[in-house]
């Protein structure tokens, strides 16, 4: 049976519960399928990214990090933290 969503009839804003997850691949030439919500870091170092607003960033993470940007690449080169989760 599947699962009852009690919540399906409600609003859904940048505050809610992340609905999507997937593994990032960071590459240079290839945004990501959908803008993000947040970053999940696994394992700590540099995060360079696109914002949504079209700036370049480079972030320096912890380990076990959730990041809540909006971002449509997240580069190869110049990210080496690994265990990336895009949340949205």
């Known amino acids: 049976m ?11 804003g940048l505050e809610s ?6 593994e990032i691949t960071p590459s240079n030439s ?3 399928g959908y803008v993000t919500r947040a970053i999940y870091v696994g394992q700590q170092g540099t995060l360079k990214v696109t ?7 480079t972030f320096n993470c912890g380990a076990h990090m959730l ?3 909006r971002v449509t690449r997240v ?3 110049g990210t080496s933290a ?6 949205w």
């Open 2 to 12: 599947p699962a009852t969503n009690q919540q399906a009839n409600l609003a859904e």
């Open 17 to 22: 519960p992340y609905d999507n997850a997937t």
């Open 30 to 32: 290839t945004d990501l």
């Open 51 to 57: 914002m949504l607003g079209g700036g370049d960033v």
């Open 67 to 69: 990041i809540p940007i």
């Open 75 to 77: 580069f190869a080169t």
């Open 82 to 87: 690994n265990d990336l989760v895009a949340l």
